[in-house]
């Protein structure tokens, strides 16, 4: 979203998805042992995710040669698949 021109974007749908398996007992460790609230606080796991997402564009960004988020903010400058013709004319017409 930040390539296509978002000052900035809410995942809130992650939050919850994440929260809801922590609830669930579907989150592991690097270890492989299932993580329970008790061990893992809600914040915890909300922090957790932040700065795994913040790594990840960063990582991206860098691999692209781009070096400030403003450079990337807008710039358009990717593939889209997996969505119908009508979708990407709708949302993304300057992308191929």
Same mark, same amino acid.
């Given at each position: 979203l930040l390539g296509y021109g978002a000052?900035?974007?809410h995942p809130y749908m992650a939050y =919850? =998805?994440?929260?809801?398996?922590l &609830? /669930? +007992? &579907? *989150?592991f460790s690097a270890d492989r042992d299932r993580l329970t609230a008790a061990q893992l606080?809600?914040?915890? *796991?909300?922090?957790? $995710? &932040?700065?795994?997402v913040t790594k990840g564009l *960063?990582?991206?960004m860098a691999k692209m040669g781009i070096s400030t988020l403003q450079s990337y903010k +807008?710039?358009?400058? $990717? /593939?889209?698949l997996g969505l119908s013709n009508e979708v990407v004319q709708l949302c993304?017409?300057?992308s191929v």
């Open positions: 000052d900035a974007v =919850a =998805a994440s929260l809801k398996l &609830r /669930e +007992g &579907r *989150l606080a809600p914040r915890k *796991l909300i922090a957790n $995710f &932040r700065h795994a *960063l990582k991206v +807008g710039a358009q400058i $990717f /593939e889209v993304f017409r300057t």
